[in-house]
Structures are given as structure tokens and as C-alpha cells.
């Protein structure tokens, strides 16, 4: 009997997790369900502006593929996975988050991807 391999696991898995468009974003899928998020975020980067950057990293970190193809013309993630986002975390993918969650996740990320290009300490 052949073992299934980790590639079809995985292709399985992710096929019962995730929602088809995130697996696979469409050409142009709408990117903006709600901008209220973004708005948020701007006003973040207007009262503290040294998370200028770490937000900027965020956004380039989760943009949609292709985004240079579609109207607005901006690297935004799709509607889909900032939905499937805030669901996880808060529950509800209507939920906002406040600008001290915002501002402690986008410093988090910040730093887990400088450890992740550090390399192993031997």
C-alpha cells in the first residue's frame, strides 16, 4: 500500500481550509469590501508615524498577485483574505480592530520576518 504523498496532503488540506479565492485569487476580484480597515490604518500612520513603514511592510507582505493589473492600482490584499483574516482572530470578518491591536500586529510581523532572514543562531 503507497503512502498518500505530502503534496496531496497538503493540496487536501488546503482545500478544506481555505475558501477557493484565497487558495486562488480570480483576475481583479474585488480588493476593497470595506475600507473603513484602511482608513483606520491611515489614521494609524497620521497620529504615529513611525509605524509608517512597518504598515507599509504589512501591505507589501499581503498584497493580491497581479495587483498592478487592476483598478485601484494598489497593493491591497483581496476582500477575501482580510475577511478570512479578522474572522480568525476576532471572530467576525466585520470586526475592527483598534489601533493599538493594529499597531502591536504590524511590529510583530515586522520582527518575525527580520528572524526569519537572520538564519538559524548556531
Known amino acids: 500500500m503507497a503512502l498518500p504523498s505530502f ?8 482545500r478544506s481550509r481555505f475558501p477557493p479565492d484565497i487558495r486562488r485569487p480570480g483576475r481583479c476580484e474585488a480588493r476593497t469590501k470595506d475600507e ?19 504598515l507599509l511592510q504589512a501591505a507589501w507582505a499581503f498584497r493580491a498577485r497581479g ?10 490584499p483581496p476582500a477575501s483574505y482580510m475577511s478570512w483574516r479578522l474572522e480568525t482572530a476576532y ?11 493594529i499597531e ?8 518575525m520576518r527580520a528572524e526569519m532572514t537572520r538564519g538559524p543562531v548556531v
Open 7 to 14: 503534496r496531496s496532503l497538503f493540496c487536501t488540506v488546503a
Open 36 to 54: 473603513s480597515l484602511y482608513l483606520t490604518m491611515a489614521g494609524l500612520a497620521l497620529r504615529r508615524p513611525r509605524t509608517i513603514p512597518y
Open 67 to 76: 495587483w498592478y493589473r487592476c483598478a485601484p492600482f494598489l497593493p491591497l
Open 91 to 101: 471572530g467576525a470578518a466585520d470586526a475592527k480592530p483598534s489601533d493599538d491591536e
Open 104 to 111: 502591536r500586529y504590524v511590529l510583530w510581523t515586522s520582527r
